[in-house]
């Protein structure tokens, strides 16, 4: 949900993985919460799009889409990994769930960064 990741706020179990000076350096605490600091939530911009419908904002440095395709046809899912291309800086991110997979024409203009967590890179 959007209006929790916007909260920015954690649980110390919930960042069990995250090094102790990432904590420190950005999160603040509260007993046994932890927020995101202000100066880093406000650099990110959280939306809620239609994937279909809506245009995307360009010169975008990161794009989940987490268990997505798996609903929709290949053409879509075509269709849309191009309009993620087009949203994405160069060198930007698209993360994908770990069912999903880069289709067609998309093999030639994304980049695999890392397989198992199907991380791909804009070339």
Known sequence: CLKAADAAGYTKESLKNVDDK???????????NFRVKE???NLV????????????IEATDVILCRNV?????RDLQEQLLTKFYK??????Y???GTVEMILGE???????IDFKNRIFRKK
Request: net charge negative.
């Open 22 to 32: 990432y904590l420190k350096s950005s999160f603040t605490t509260s007993g046994k």
């Open 39 to 41: 100066e880093i939530k």
């Open 45 to 56: 911009r959280l939306e809620s799009r239609d994937l279909i419908l809506d245009d995307f």
């Open 69 to 73: 395709f798996i609903f929709l046809e």
């Open 87 to 92: 949203s994405l800086k160069t060198s930007g």
């Open 94 to 96: 698209l993360i994908l």
């Open 106 to 112: 998309a093999k030639e203009i994304f980049e695999e």
